[in-house]
C-alpha cells in the first residue's frame, strides 16, 4: 500500500490538494509501484528560498525541490517500504506560475507536484533526451487524469 503524505506548513487553505493527491496515486499506479512512501510539503517563498540556498546553493525561491532518499542507497524499512523523500512546492512560486502561464493553480500544483515525485524516481532533465522522457511521464499522468496546461 502507498502512502503520500501531505503537510501544507502555511496559513493559507489549499483546496487544490485533494485532487493534487489522487493525481500523485495516479502517478504510482501508472509506475507499478507499491509499498512506496514520500512526502509533498506545501511552504512559502522564504522557506523554500532557505531551502534552496542552504542545499543547492541557489540564493533565490525556486517552485519545487525533492530530497530524494534513494539518490545514493535505497531505504528499505523493515515492512519492505520504500521511502522516496520529500517534496516541497512554494504555493506562492505555484499560485503566480499559474497566473503567469494562464492556467490553473491545480494544474501547477499537479505538474509540480509529479514532477517532484519523478524526481524522487531518479529522473532528470539535465540532458535534452531526459527532459523528453521525464516530461513526457508527467504530461501522460497529468493528461489521464484529465489536468491540461489550459
Known sequence: MNKVELF???????SEL????????????????DNV?????IVDNEYIH???RDYRNIDRET???????????????????RVLGDI?????????????????LLRELSFLAVHGFYHLLGYDHMTEEDE??????????LEEYGISRI
Do not use: C, R, W
Not at 501544507?8 to 489549499?14: L, M, R, S, V
Not at 485533494?18 to 509501484?33: F, G, I, R
Open 50 to 52: 532557505k531551502l534552496n
Open 37 to 41: 512512501s514520500f512526502n509533498l510539503i
Open 18 to 33: 485533494d485532487t493534487v493527491l489522487k493525481v500523485l496515486d495516479s502517478a504510482l499506479k501508472k509506475e507499478n509501484l
Open 63 to 81: 517552485d519545487v525541490i525533492t530530497f530524494a532518499l534513494e539518490d545514493e542507497d535505497s531505504i528499505i524499512l523493515p515492512n519492505d517500504e
Open 132 to 141: 523528453k522522457v521525464m516530461f513526457k511521464k508527467q504530461e501522460e499522468v
Open 8 to 14: 501544507n506548513q502555511t496559513e493559507k487553505e489549499i
Open 88 to 104: 516541497y512546492i512554494s504555493i506562492d512560486k505555484a499560485s503566480s506560475q499559474a497566473l503567469e502561464y494562464g492556467h490553473s
